[in-house]
């Protein structure tokens, strides 16, 4: 048997006899071909679908984690042996705290200066004559705190975050050695930001402590 194929060109319409088997394979053809096409668009459709759900987990995500977050802005003197925040801590939050400026814990009599540096301090940490006892400088000039008036201190330097085991004010201070507060000079501007404490915890807390103003 033998079909009669139309077959159109830039002069018109043309007719072409061919055998049974070559239309059908072309129609087979042509089957598979718009198959094919409508595979590959469903994949594509379901892929942009699953992106645009996985970007509005996200930020469903955001949202929540946003949800009870305070900042606070203070300015840490250097020359206040420890200030208190007004800043309540407690173990059901996840504490963040950042320092930003400039401050100095007074002259190096050796090296004949008065050096100025950040929140991560001066030279080296200090490490206790007693291993049984906490000493009272840590790292000379880095940014320190405190929970509560009885606690030890704790290196914050540039950041620091962590989880309060109990519930007391948030006390910052310069690391010096008590009694010598009165020749630091320079201040650093902190910001503290406070969420729940919901697992799992933030992997990065954004802070901008740069951005708070300085004393008048």
Same mark, same amino acid.
């Given at each position: 048997m033998v079909h009669m194929l139309r077959v159109w060109g830039e002069h018109g319409q043309l007719r072409m006899r061919a055998p049974v088997h070559y239309t059908k394979e072309l129609a087979m053809n042509t089957r598979n071909h718009v198959r094919a096409m409508t595979s590959t668009a469903l994949r594509r459709a379901a892929g942009a679908l699953a992106g645009a759900l996985a970007g509005l987990v996200a930020l469903a995500g955001v949202a929540a984690a946003q949800e009870g977050v305070t900042r606070q802005c203070l300015i840490v003197p250097a020359d206040?042996?420890?200030?208190?925040?007004?800043?309540?801590?407690? !173990?059901? +939050?996840?504490?963040? $705290?950042?320092?930003? =400026?400039?401050?100095?814990?007074?002259?190096?009599g050796v090296e004949q200066l008065y050096p100025y540096y950040g929140p991560e301090g001066y030279?080296?940490?200090?490490?206790?004559?007693? !291993?049984? +006892?906490?000493?009272? $400088?840590?790292?000379? =000039?880095?940014?320190?705190?405190?929970?509560?008036?009885?606690?030890?201190?704790?290196?914050?330097?540039?950041?620091?975050?962590?989880?309060?085991?109990?519930?007391a004010e948030l006390l910052l201070a310069m690391d010096d050695a008590p009694g010598t507060y009165g020749n630091n000079d320079g201040y650093l501007r902190v910001q503290v930001v406070k969420q729940p404490a919901t697992w799992p915890l933030p992997n990065r807390v954004k802070m901008n402590p740069e951005m708070c103003a300085p004393p008048k």
């Open positions: 206040v042996e420890w200030m208190g925040t007004g800043i309540t801590v407690t !173990p059901r +939050e996840f504490v963040c $705290v950042k320092g930003d =400026g400039l401050w100095s814990h007074g002259g190096q030279g080296r940490d200090a490490y206790p004559a007693d !291993p049984e +006892e906490p000493d009272p $400088v840590l790292h000379i =000039g880095a940014l320190v705190g405190k929970i509560g008036p009885e606690s030890y201190r704790f290196l914050i330097r540039h950041q620091t975050c962590f989880v309060p085991k109990i519930t």
